[in-house]
C-alpha cells in the first residue's frame, strides 16, 4: 500500500566520465521490510547507495522519505533524514569500548560518566538481543558482533532506512544466523532495510522482495516468491544460466598420470602447522573446511607469504627452497590472497599498474616495463577477462570488487603461472564474474596449469576441483576425489576426520 512506502527514488541518473553508471533507475522501501539490491558488479548497486547515502550527488531524479521530498548532499544530511548504512568492512574503532563506538561523535554531554554510557549501551543491547556488554573493547568481540554493533548505534540513532552492504560475507554460518534474527527484530520494528549481497541462499532466506539491476539500469522489483532462483541469476546476467553441467567431468584418473609438479613434505610455517601435499600439471585441487580451519594458512606456507619453518618442497621431481613468495614466484608459482584489499590490489595505482606489478617484480626494477609494453599487456588482459573500466589509466580502487579481483587475476596470468593458488578468488563478487572465473580456472588446467582453488562455498569447489584436501583445526582429515567428491562426505570429514 502507498501508505507503507517509506523510500523511493525515481529516475535517478549518474554520469562519471565515459560512464552513464545508472540511467532512469527506480527503487522502493516499505516500512518493515528486507529489500535486497541485486545485480553483478558494476551493475550500479554501489552507485546507487552512495546516492542515497550523500556520497554522491544524482545528475537528475528524486528521493523521498515519507511522501516528503528531500536533498541529500552528504553523509550528514542521510543520517539527518533517518538513513544509516552498515558496511562489509567495519568503520568502527576496535581499540574503544563497545558503548563509547555506539556513542562516539554525539555525546549528550561531556561531563556524563562513562559507566552512564555503558548502562545506556547495556539497554540497547539486551533489547536488540545482541550477545555482549558496553565495557567490552569491541576488538575482542567477532566480526558479527562488531556488526551489531554498527547496526544498534545506527538503530539508537533513530534510523528509518538501514542499509546492510555485504554484512555477512565474512561471517560464518551461526554467525550468519544471528544477523539474520536482528534484521528480522528490526523488520518486526518498521524499520526498512536494503540488504546488498551475493549470497543468493541468503536473499531467499531473508528478504521479502528484490530489485535487479544490470549495466546501469533498472531490470525490474519481484516479490522474493514470485522469483526463483534461476530466474534471479538470468535476470542479474542478462542471458540463460550456464548450469556448468561440464565442470568437473575431467576427472582426478586422468590428471593424476601427470606429472607431480609441486610436492611439499612436513611444510609448516608461522601459521601453518606441518603437512604433506602435492598437486599434479593441469590438476585443480582444494583446500576446504570451515573458517579458521587452515586452508588459507597451508596455501601461504606453500607462496611463501608466511615464515616457512620446516619442510621439504620438490617441483618437478627437483628440491627447492621456497621461503619467500619471490621464490615461489621465480619457480613459477602465482598466488591470489585471499584478502584482495589487504594483499592484492594498490587501490592509488591504475589497472595498467596493478596488471603488471608481479611480472616487474620478477624482472627486477632495473629492467622496468616500458610503457607502450604495459599498455600492451593491460589492454590485452582487460579484454581477455572483460574487465569493466572506463581506461587502463584508472585507479583500480574505483572498480568494483568483481572487476578488482580480475585484475589481480590478470596480474598473476601475465607472469604465465605453471601454478596458481587461488585463495577465495570468487567471493564479494556476482554470480556472472563467478562463473566466469570458474572456467578460467577449468581452461587454465586444460592448458597445463595446476590450480589449487579455495572456496567457503562448498558446491563451488566440488564443481571445480577433481581432489580436495579437507581440514579442521590447521590439520588435514581428509583428502576426496572420484565417488566421495560430494557435499555429504565433505561434510562428514570435517565433522568426524577421515571419511
Not at 568503520?91 to 555506539?102: I, S
Given at each position: 500500500?502507498?501508505?507503507?512506502?517509506?523510500?523511493?527514488?525515481?529516475?535517478?541518473?549518474?554520469?562519471?566520465p565515459?560512464?552513464?553508471?545508472?540511467?532512469?533507475?527506480?527503487?522502493?522501501?516499505?516500512?518493515?521490510?528486507?529489500?535486497?539490491?541485486?545485480?553483478?558488479?558494476?551493475?550500479?548497486?554501489?552507485?546507487?547507495?552512495k546516492?542515497?547515502?550523500?556520497?554522491?550527488?544524482?545528475?537528475?531524479?528524486?528521493?523521498t522519505?515519507?511522501?516528503?521530498?528531500?536533498?541529500?548532499?552528504?553523509?550528514?544530511?542521510?543520517?539527518?533524514?533517518?538513513?544509516?548504512?552498515?558496511?562489509?568492512?567495519?568503520?568502527?574503532?576496535p581499540?574503544?569500548?563497545?558503548?563509547?563506538n555506539?556513542?562516539?561523535?554525539?555525546?549528550?554531554?561531556?561531563?556524563?560518566?562513562?559507566k552512564?554510557?555503558?548502562?545506556?549501551?547495556?539497554?540497547?543491547?539486551?533489547?536488540?538481543?545482541?550477545?555482549?556488554?558496553?565495557?567490552?573493547?569491541?576488538?575482542?568481540?567477532?566480526?558479527?558482533?562488531q556488526?551489531?554493533?554498527?547496526?544498534?548505534?545506527?538503530?539508537?540513532?533513530?534510523?528509518?532506512?538501514?542499509?546492510?552492504?555485504?554484512?555477512?560475507?565474512?561471517?560464518?554460518?551461526?554467525?550468519?544466523?544471528?544477523?539474520?534474527k536482528?534484521?528480522?527484530?528490526?523488520?518486526a520494528?518498521?524499520v526498512?532495510?536494503i540488504?546488498?549481497?551475493?549470497?543468493?541462499?541468503?536473499?531467499?532466506?531473508?528478504?521479502?522482495r528484490?530489485?535487479?539491476?544490470?549495466?546501469?539500469?533498472?531490470?525490474?522489483?519481484?516479490?522474493?516468491?514470485?522469483?526463483?532462483?534461476?530466474?534471479?541469476?538470468?535476470?542479474?546476467?542478462?542471458?540463460?544460466?550456464?548450469?556448468?553441467?561440464?565442470?568437473?567431468?575431467?576427472?582426478?584418473?586422468?590428471?593424476?598420470?601427470?606429472?607431480?609438479?609441486?610436492?611439499?613434505e612436513?611444510?609448516?610455517?608461522?601459521?601453518?602447522?606441518?603437512?604433506?601435499?602435492?598437486?599434479?600439471?593441469?590438476?585443480?585441487?582444494?583446500?576446504?573446511?570451515?573458517?579458521?580451519s587452515?586452508?588459507?594458512?597451508?596455501?601461504r606456507?606453500?607462496f611463501?607469504?608466511?615464515?616457512?619453518?620446516?619442510?621439504?618442497?620438490?617441483?618437478?621431481?627437483?628440491?627447492?627452497?621456497?621461503?619467500?613468495?619471490?621464490?615461489?614466484?621465480?619457480h613459477?608459482?602465482?598466488?591470489?590472497?585471499?584478502?584482495?584489499?589487504?594483499?592484492?590490489?594498490?587501490?592509488?595505482?591504475?589497472?595498467?599498474?596493478?596488471?603488471?606489478?608481479?611480472?616487474?617484480?620478477?624482472?627486477?626494477?632495473?629492467?622496468?616495463?616500458?610503457?607502450?609494453?604495459?599498455?600492451?599487456?593491460?589492454?590485452?588482459?582487460?579484454?581477455?577477462?572483460?574487465?569493466?573500466t572506463?581506461?587502463?589509466?584508472?585507479p583500480?580502487?574505483?572498480?568494483?570488487?568483481?572487476?578488482?579481483?580480475?585484475?589481480?587475476l590478470?596480474?598473476?596470468?601475465?607472469t604465465?603461472?605453471?601454478?596458481?593458488?587461488?585463495?577465495?578468488?570468487?567471493?564479494g563478487?556476482?554470480?556472472?564474474?563467478?562463473?566466469?572465473?570458474?572456467?578460467?580456472?577449468?581452461?587454465?588446467?586444460?592448458?597445463?596449469?595446476?590450480?589449487?582453488?579455495?572456496?567457503?562455498?562448498?558446491?563451488?569447489?566440488?564443481?571445480?576441483?577433481?581432489?580436495?584436501?579437507?581440514?579442521?583445526?590447521r590439520?588435514?582429515?581428509?583428502?576426496?576425489?572420484?565417488?566421495?567428491?560430494?557435499?555429504?562426505?565433505?561434510?562428514?570429514?570435517?565433522?568426524?576426520?577421515?571419511?
Amino acid at each position: 500500500m502507498s501508505d507503507n512506502i517509506l523510500l523511493t527514488m525515481r529516475h535517478i541518473e549518474k554520469r562519471f566520465p565515459g560512464v552513464l553508471a545508472l540511467n532512469d533507475v527506480d527503487f522502493t522501501l516499505r516500512r518493515g521490510e528486507i529489500h535486497a539490491l541485486m545485480g553483478e558488479n558494476g551493475a550500479g548497486k554501489s552507485t546507487l547507495i552512495k546516492i542515497l547515502t550523500g556520497v554522491y550527488g544524482m545528475d537528475s531524479g528524486e528521493v523521498t522519505i515519507e511522501g516528503q521530498p528531500v536533498s541529500i548532499h552528504s553523509p550528514q544530511d542521510a543520517q539527518n533524514n533517518g538513513i544509516s548504512t552498515v558496511y562489509q568492512e567495519i568503520t568502527l574503532c576496535p581499540n574503544l569500548t563497545v558503548a563509547e563506538n555506539m556513542f562516539i561523535g554525539r555525546e549528550d554531554s561531556a561531563w556524563i560518566r562513562r559507566k552512564d554510557y555503558e548502562k545506556r549501551a547495556d539497554e540497547i543491547l539486551e533489547k536488540l538481543g545482541i550477545p555482549t556488554r558496553g565495557a567490552k573493547q569491541l576488538g575482542r568481540c567477532s566480526l558479527a558482533i562488531q556488526q551489531m554493533v554498527a547496526i544498534a548505534r545506527a538503530v539508537d540513532m533513530k534510523c528509518k532506512v538501514l542499509i546492510l552492504d555485504e554484512p555477512t560475507s565474512s561471517l560464518d554460518d551461526k554467525e550468519v544466523n544471528m544477523l539474520f534474527k536482528l534484521m528480522r527484530d528490526l523488520k518486526a520494528q518498521g524499520v526498512g532495510i536494503i540488504f546488498v549481497t551475493h549470497f543468493l541462499e541468503q536473499v531467499y532466506e531473508v528478504s521479502d522482495r528484490i530489485t535487479v539491476l544490470r549495466n546501469g539500469e533498472l531490470v525490474g522489483e519481484y516479490p522474493v516468491e514470485e522469483l526463483p532462483q534461476v530466474q534471479l541469476v538470468s535476470k542479474m546476467m542478462g542471458k540463460d544460466l550456464d548450469e556448468l553441467s561440464s565442470f568437473g567431468e575431467s576427472g582426478e584418473t586422468v590428471k593424476e598420470k601427470n606429472e607431480v609438479f609441486y610436492e611439499a613434505e612436513s611444510l609448516s610455517s608461522s601459521q601453518a602447522l606441518p603437512f604433506d601435499f602435492k598437486i599434479h600439471k593441469g590438476e585443480v585441487n582444494g583446500f576446504t573446511g570451515l573458517l579458521g580451519s587452515g586452508r588459507s594458512e597451508s596455501v601461504r606456507a606453500i607462496f611463501g607469504a608466511d615464515k616457512v619453518n620446516g619442510g621439504k618442497v620438490k617441483i618437478k621431481g627437483e628440491q627447492v627452497k621456497i621461503t619467500r613468495p619471490i621464490d615461489a614466484m621465480k619457480h613459477g608459482i602465482g598466488y591470489l590472497a585471499e584478502d584482495r584489499k589487504r594483499d592484492g590490489i594498490i587501490a592509488e595505482l591504475s589497472v595498467r599498474e596493478n596488471i603488471i606489478l608481479a611480472l616487474q617484480v620478477m624482472n627486477g626494477f632495473f629492467k622496468p616495463i616500458s610503457r607502450s609494453e604495459s599498455e600492451a599487456f593491460a589492454d590485452e588482459y582487460i579484454k581477455v577477462l572483460q574487465i569493466k573500466t572506463a581506461s587502463r589509466e584508472t585507479p583500480v580502487g574505483s572498480l568494483s570488487g568483481g572487476n578488482q579481483q580480475k585484475v589481480i587475476l590478470a596480474r598473476w596470468l601475465l607472469t604465465h603461472p605453471d601454478y596458481l593458488i587461488l585463495d577465495e578468488p570468487t567471493r564479494g563478487i556476482d554470480v556472472g564474474t563467478k562463473l566466469e572465473i570458474q572456467k578460467l580456472v577449468l581452461k587454465l588446467a586444460e592448458d597445463g596449469v595446476s590450480v589449487t582453488f579455495i572456496s567457503s562455498e562448498v558446491e563451488e569447489m566440488l564443481r571445480t576441483c577433481s581432489r580436495l584436501i579437507v581440514m579442521r583445526d590447521r590439520h588435514i582429515v581428509g583428502e576426496l576425489k572420484g565417488n566421495d567428491l560430494n557435499q555429504a562426505q565433505v561434510m562428514k570429514t570435517i565433522a568426524g576426520g577421515e571419511a
